[in-house]
Nanobody
Framework: VQLQASGGGLVQAGESLTLSCTATGFTFSSYDMAWFRQAPGKVHELIAHISKSGDSTYNENSVKGRFTISRVNAKNTVYLQMNSLKPEDTAVYYC??????????????????WGQGTQVTVSS
């Protein structure tokens, strides 16, 4: 199992980025997926979750309608479209595969495989 995240970079406040996470080694369509982020000195934070069927859930406290998670099962890829980026969005972004659905969406214990992370830096 591998999750390969890409698409991060350095942008100015107000700009957009799209992150991608391509999965290999398992039946992608059978798993919920999620994006987390970790800012310097902070814990991992759930940003968005998407179910096997495409239903999405967001951490509205953090993204407030600016981010959109989506998936294309035929491409084994989950995306995170980020608009109106702010300096406080600066973090390493990780995709993750959800295995243990008896834990909550925000619990790291719910996820078994993680991508390597992609850095997003937003300058003011």
């Amino acid at each position: 199992v591998q999750l390969q995240a890409s698409g991060g970079g350095l942008v100015q406040a107000g700009e957009s980025l799209t992150l991608s996470c391509t999965a290999t080694g398992f039946t992608f369509s059978s798993y919920d997926m999620a994006w987390f982020r970790q800012a310097p000195g902070k814990v991992h934070e759930l940003i968005a979750h998407i179910s096997k069927s495409g239903d999405s859930t967001y951490n509205e406290n953090s993204v407030k309608g600016r981010f959109t998670i989506s998936r294309v099962n035929a491409k084994n890829t989950v995306y995170l479209q980020m608009n109106s980026l702010k300096p406080e969005d600066t973090a390493v972004y990780y995709c993750a595969r959800r295995l243990r659905e008896y834990y909550g969406l925000e619990s790291l214990k719910s996820y078994d495989y993680w991508g390597q992370g992609t850095q997003v830096t937003v300058s003011s």
